[in-house]
């Protein structure tokens, strides 16, 4: 390796080293949520998808001139600000957030402004790594329990099955169906918005287009959601009362995110027709 790559590469390499000493306790904490906490279990994928997307911008970048920008000096210590604040008050999110603008304000100081606009969507979409804090997954989640109680029992009901919805609980003639936070369909609606952004992110078209994508993993989300559930009292109903908390269960739910994929690239390919 040359001095020159050597002297190009020695600062950034320096810089990385710092970020993971900063930020030890906090990346560490993070990983053993992603491998502990099935909502997030897809955090392991987006720092790859980052890492894809600001590959695929290598043609923008040869064709910009590195202009360092005391800017990213400004952003950098804003993160830091955050981390200390978060850090004072024992709050995950707001520690894991920061990486996020110390990674953004490093860029800019070391490459510049226009890099800055390139890598502001590819560097954003680390928010899907985050988990939410509890407070505010559980203030979205539990009406979301509700409401696809609700409209599962509606669902049934339809097919001519008696049904009898309390709370989050669907009584069924042979048996009894709690639906519990698992199954408020939280997991796909954060899994669908990080794939959904994805799509976002690889997609040409404007921005009112891209929002409607993104926002679309919602309905997507809670639809598919709410079929899991009439389908799991369905077969619970005429086959199998413990069907409802067996493998078949944890396998709808794979298959939820499995159909949700073509429901995204469908819209995907109808959105780019207009």
Not at 39 to 62: A, E, L
Not at 124 to 129: E, G, P, T
Request: proline residues 4%; charged residues 10%; contains cysteine.
């Amino acid at each position: 390796m040359g001095i020159k790559k050597i002297k190009t590469w020695l600062p950034i390499a320096i810089l990385i080293i710092c970020f993971a000493a900063l930020y030890q306790h906090v990346i560490i904490k993070m990983v053993q949520d992603w491998l502990g906490d099935d909502n997030y279990g897809h955090g392991f994928m987006i720092p790859f998808i980052t890492v894809y997307f600001i590959w695929q911008r290598k043609d923008d970048f040869s064709k910009l001139q590195v202009n360092p920008a005391n800017t990213g000096i400004v952003i950098l210590f804003s993160g830091l600000l955050i981390l200390f604040v978060g850090t004072i008050g024992a709050e995950l999110f707001m520690m894991r957030f920061s990486m996020l603008i110390v990674i953004y304000g490093l860029i800019i100081f070391l490459k510049g402004v226009e890099f800055g606009k390139i890598t502001l969507a590819p560097v954003a979409y680390l928010i899907f790594m985050i988990p939410l804090p509890a407070i505010i997954w559980n203030k979205i989640a539990f009406p979301l329990k509700l409401f696809a109680t609700k409209m599962a029992v509606n669902t049934i009901k339809l097919a001519q099955i008696p049904a009898y919805r309390e709370g989050n609980i669907i009584h069924l003639s042979n048996t009894t169906l709690q639906v519990v936070d698992a199954c408020s369909g939280m997991r796909s609606l954060v899994s669908l918005l990080a794939l959904s952004a994805a799509f976002v992110l690889a997609a040409g078209y404007s921005k009112i287009k891209k929002l409607a994508l993104f926002l679309s993993a919602v309905p997507i989300a809670i639809l598919l959601n709410i079929a899991r559930l009439s389908f799991t009292a369905l077969l619970t109903q005429y086959f199998n009362p413990q069907i409802a908390q067996g493998f078949l269960h944890e396998l709808s739910g794979i298959f939820v995110f499995i159909f949700a994929i073509p429901c995204l690239y469908f819209l995907h390919k109808l959105i780019c027709k207009f």
